[in-house]
């Protein structure tokens, strides 16, 4: 389904009425992010959540828990009560990662179950633009003069996978360079200390439209709305390099089903208002709509593509 077929079915979706459930909410929820404070998941949580909150007439308030890839905030919402009053927004990573990298995730897979993937955003490969390397054939032929030095946000992470599966079709000479978050991932290639990296695209994309970093390439068959002179890696003939982000929305395990539906559909039919599309637009996030076992099924691809990338690579964590 195109971005336009979406959009349609959000916004029909936001003038149907919500499924209710007696007397739900009668008090606050508290929406559990997993990640810090200021990064394109936390901003749409917030943004979320204050539209839910206006259609279900309760405060949604957003607690930030990062720390150990997003394992810290999930296993507080699995034990959490089943009550419809905690949920977890989360990256896909949580599920479709971090199983295969730890050996205790700190809670019971299980005990948290995502219910809808609401959205989605690009990696790109990007390099200090002072390098002038500017396409990903002048990157592989730095290469071979010396290992080109990637930073990422950690060990794990969505972007270290990433590289991973680069290397295993586009082979590079290159070093890893663990980074503790995001911000100081990016910081490192926009100020030269490491040559590359790749990243979320809503982290880098001011960088490179100041012109601090060049973008090479979207790790997918999509280009970016954004970006739409950068190619993908299925144009440049690696179809195989396709990776993204996915935002996840998850609940205790064993919540009665009316009462996630009601949530579920406030999240839902939030997606669709038009200045959450814009401000998402902003930051190079699109819909994609998921739920019910559509949300398994993608849940369990990812993690199983994962594993074989992880075991392939021999990657760990710290």
Request: glycine residues 8%; without cysteine.
């Amino acid at each position: 389904m195109n971005r336009k077929s979406i959009v349609s079915a959000l916004v029909m979706m936001s003038l149907a009425p919500l499924a209710l459930a007696a007397d739900f909410p009668d008090k606050p929820v508290r929406v559990m992010v997993n990640m810090p404070a200021g990064g394109p998941l936390d901003i749409m949580a917030r943004a979320l959540s204050e539209k839910v909150s206006q259609y279900l007439g309760q405060p949604f308030v957003i607690e930030n828990r990062g720390g150990s890839g997003g394992n810290i905030g999930a296993a507080a919402v699995a034990q959490a009560a089943p009550d419809g009053y905690t949920w977890l927004m989360s990256l896909d990573s949580t599920f479709a990662i971090n199983p295969h990298l730890y050996r205790s995730m700190g809670f019971e897979l299980d005990r948290v179950r995502p219910v809808a993937v609401l959205a989605r955003n690009g990696i790109l490969l990007v390099t200090n633009a002072k390098q002038g390397i500017t396409s990903l054939d002048a990157l592989m032929q730095a290469s071979e003069k010396g290992p080109i030095n990637f930073g990422t946000p950690g060990n794990g992470t969505p972007a270290h996978l990433t590289v991973a599966l680069l290397n295993q079709h586009v082979k590079l000479n290159y070093n890893h360079i663990p980074y503790r978050g995001n911000a100081p991932a990016t910081m490192a290639v926009v100020s030269g200390e490491v040559g590359a990296a790749v990243s979320a695209t809503p982290g880098v994309l001011q960088h490179v439209k100041s012109g601090a970093l060049n973008a090479l390439a979207v790790m997918g068959k999509t280009r970016s709305d954004l970006l739409p002179d950068v190619p993908t890696m299925a144009e440049l003939k690696h179809p195989e390099v396709d990776f993204e982000v996915k935002y996840v929305l998850a609940a205790p395990a064993g919540m009665d089903a009316a009462r996630q539906q009601v949530i579920v559909d406030a999240f839902v039919r939030a997606m669709g208002e038009p200045d959450i599309q814009e401000r998402l637009k902003t930051m190079d996030v699109q819909a994609v709509i998921q739920t019910g076992n559509a949300v398994t099924e993608t849940i369990q691809q990812l993690s199983e593509q994962n594993r074989k990338l992880i075991e392939a690579s021999g990657m760990q964590v710290d």
